[in-house]
């Protein structure tokens, strides 16, 4: 499986230092961009196209009348070895990526560090992946031993970032390593201390990182080959938030065995999402529902090899490093019902940094920006549970935030909390137009950015660019391949 694809126009003019992509009326950058002096930032057009927004977050989906507040992103690539070629960046929702790039850039001939620039990004996370095209193949994908990293950064309040990455030789030793920096960042543990009103059925046990591990190694150990642990841990070593230390040992930077898997993912997940939800529960901000976590643990046992056991492992609701999308999917081990008083931002995902330690249903953890109005904030901080609104009702993310309730959507039209389920189309149907989801396809995928329409999955040995064209989930160079995700150890 390629480690990530690259969804892109066609380079007529393999002369353009810069492309953009969206419905088809974007002008690439003059071709004599190509001269610019290489040590400037190389600029990208932000007309590509968005993801669709986590209903989570009370984002407003793209509209020209009334835009999201947008950020760019300033990225300094480091390279000092002999390979040449064209430096290709891309930013994506996911990693590895799975879904289309929302900014994309292109210097022919880079000189290092070379500064790009990736314009037009709404708030949320995001994954920058840059490679050097050394083997000239294209900028459609790395290929082994191109030049590669990627760095993980958070966008709010439409401020810019900075990201640095340091590109290291795919599936060499190591992983090309990188730092982002932008308001809303701090994925680290949350802090246990202030009050809240949130209940819960239980209290969350001292060693619930230790019992998530306990649950999930066995299940890695009966199902997935050494490849298969290293796409399991992609996104964590992604994560520029984690410790280093942490992050070189995960796989593939260290070793993976029935003895190092418990203690490995113990202290992962003491970092990322149980340790701050812990941290919720012990702080009276949160409840521990024993029965949720019960049922997640019962689900990924009896999961059989294969795409059984890759849903229950990146299950949101469950064990998933991945957040929940939100409305009536969250953490079913976790219980949020304050309405009013002390709150806090809670690392896991942006959903739960606006939403916080209050009911997502009703409220969210509004950050005092100064000026009586609300900001979006990290772990660090403590706000105040404030109502938040629901169908119908006014909402905004600039200048000052004010959320929709979870499952529900900010129309930047109407500026009014809409609702964030999509009709359900059939293959053959039309589900977007352009890069805006308009329909989710009962069945098949969605060609966004092409035909439009719901197209059925393709068999082993059709033409692929991403894998969820294909029915085993897997697209390896450019073809439909057997799924080898989990699928079971000799």
């Known amino acids: 499986m390629t480690r990530f694809g690259w969804l892109m126009c066609a380079l007529a003019l393999t002369s353009v230092a810069m492309v953009g992509c969206d419905d088809g009326d974007s002008t690439p950058v003059d071709a004599g961009m190509a001269d610019v002096d290489p040590a400037d930032a190389a600029e990208v057009d932000p007309d590509m196209g968005e993801p669709e927004p986590d209903p989570d977050m009370g984002e407003p989906e793209p509209d020209m009348a009334a835009p999201p507040p947008v950020a760019n992103i300033e990225l300094t690539v480091n390279y000092d070895g002999p ?217 990924l046992a009896d999961a059989a090899c294969g795409d059984d056991v890759t849903a229950a492992l990146f299950d949101g609701t469950c064990f998933g490093l991945a957040p929940p999308l939100g409305g009536d999917e969250q953490r079913r081990m976790f219980e949020r019902t304050a309405t009013e008083g002390p709150c806090r931002p809670i690392a896991d995902g942006f959903g739960a940094v606006f939403f916080g330690s209050c009911d997502p249903t009703t409220s969210f953890c509004c950050i005092d920006d100064g000026a009586g109005g609300c900001r979006v904030g990290g772990p660090e901080n403590e706000g105040e549970c404030r109502p938040a609104s629901q169908l119908d009702e006014p909402c905004s993310v600039a200048p000052t935030v004010q959320v929709c309730a979870t499952g529900l959507e900010c129309d930047g039209e109407s500026g009014t909390c809409v609702s964030g389920e999509l009709p359900t189309a059939q293959v053959g149907e039309v589900c977007a137009e352009g890069f805006d989801l308009q329909a989710e396809c009962a069945d098949g995928y969605c060609d966004l950015g092409g035909t439009g329409l719901c197209e059925p999955r393709r068999a082993d040995g059709a033409e692929c660019v991403f894998p969820y064209e294909c029915a085993s989930g897997e697209c390896v160079d450019g073809a439909c391949a057997p799924a080898t995700f989990c699928v079971g150890v000799e």
Do not use: H, K
């Open 83 to 299: 390979a040449t070629g064209q430096l290709v960046a891309g930013v994506f929702p996911d990693n590895p990526a799975m879904s289309p790039p929302v900014a994309f850039g292109l210097v022919p001939d880079p000189m290092f560090p070379q500064a790009v620039t990736l314009r037009g990004i709404e708030p949320g996370t995001w994954y920058v992946n840059v490679f050097l095209d050394a083997d000239g193949s294209g900028p459609m994908a790395p290929s082994a031993g191109d030049p590669y990293a990627v760095s993980e950064v958070v966008l709010a309040n439409g401020e810019d970032s900075t990201a640095e990455v340091t590109l290291v030789p795919l599936g060499g030793e190591g992983e090309g390593e990188g730092e982002g920096e932008g308001e809303g960042e701090g994925e680290g543990e949350g802090e246990g201390e202030g009050e809240g009103e949130g209940e819960g059925e239980g209290e969350a046990p001292a060693d619930l990182p230790a019992r998530v591990a306990a649950e999930i190694c066995p299940a890695l150990l009966r199902c997935c080959d050494g490849a298969s642990v290293e796409r399991f841990f992609a996104g964590a070593v992604a994560n520029e938030n984690l410790d280093p230390a942490l992050r070189d040992r995960l796989p593939p930077n260290g070793p993976f065995d029935g003895d190092i898997c418990p203690g490995l993912l113990t202290d992962l997940y003491t970092t990322l999402v149980f340790g701050p939800w812990s941290d919720a529960v012990l702080a009276g901000r949160a409840g521990y529902v024993p029965a949720g976590f019960d049922a997640c643990a019962a689900e």
